[in-house]
Structure formats: C-alpha cells, structure tokens
C-alpha cells in the first residue's frame, strides 16, 4: 500500500465524507421536492381554473337562456355588460344571433 506518499491533504477524513455527502443528499432533495411541490401547486391551479370556468359558463348559460330563447337583445346587451364588469377575468363575451352579433 502507497498510503505512506499521499500528502495528508489529498486524504479526506471521514467525518468529511459523510458531511459531503449528507450535503450532497440534502441539496438533490430540496431540488426533487421544488419540482414536486411546483408541479402540483400547478396541477392544483389549473384544476382550480378550469372549476371556475365551468361554474362561471353554467351561471351565464342559465341566466341567459331565456334572453337567448327570446332573442331579446337589450337584455342580452346589459346582461353582457354586466359580465364584462363584475368578472375581469373574462376577456370576452359573444352571442351569435341572426342577423346580429353581441358582444363585450
């Protein structure tokens, strides 16, 4: 055995080892864990999204399905209006009746 030419400082001790790598383990966790908690903090939101898309589409589909029936436009044109004003997240909002078109 040639343990008798290495320089000391090319020896690492133990307790330097195990703390590399007790280092090393808990820097590839921490990363793991952020992408895990990243993906589902997304999944979740998205999920959360699409929920209120579709309450928020089923509320405008039965209040206006009279209106829609009926083709009466001034209550579909303040009925958009009010959509457009109370919710901000929807960008637009359009209802194709013949020959006209509303929208907000």
């Known amino acids: ?6 320089k000391a ?3 690492w001790p133990l307790w330097g080892q195990i703390a590399l ?3 090393g383990a808990r820097l590839l966790m921490s990363v793991l864990a952020g992408v895990y908690v990243r993906a589902l903090e997304t999944w979740y939101l998205l999920n959360g999204l699409q929920t209120r898309s579709q309450r ?3 509320l405008l589909a039965a209040a206006m399905l009279d209106a829609v029936i009926a083709e009466d436009r001034p209550v579909l ?5 009010r ?3 109370q919710d901000p997240d929807i960008v637009s909002v359009t209802i194709e009746l013949d020959p006209q078109v509303f929208s907000g």
């Open 56 to 58: 928020t589409f089923a």
């Open 83 to 85: 959509v457009i004003r």
């Open 21 to 23: 790598a007790l280092g």
């Open 77 to 81: 044109e303040i009925m958009v209006t």
């Open 9 to 11: 400082t090319k020896r």
């Open 1 to 6: 055995m040639q343990l008798e030419g290495l």
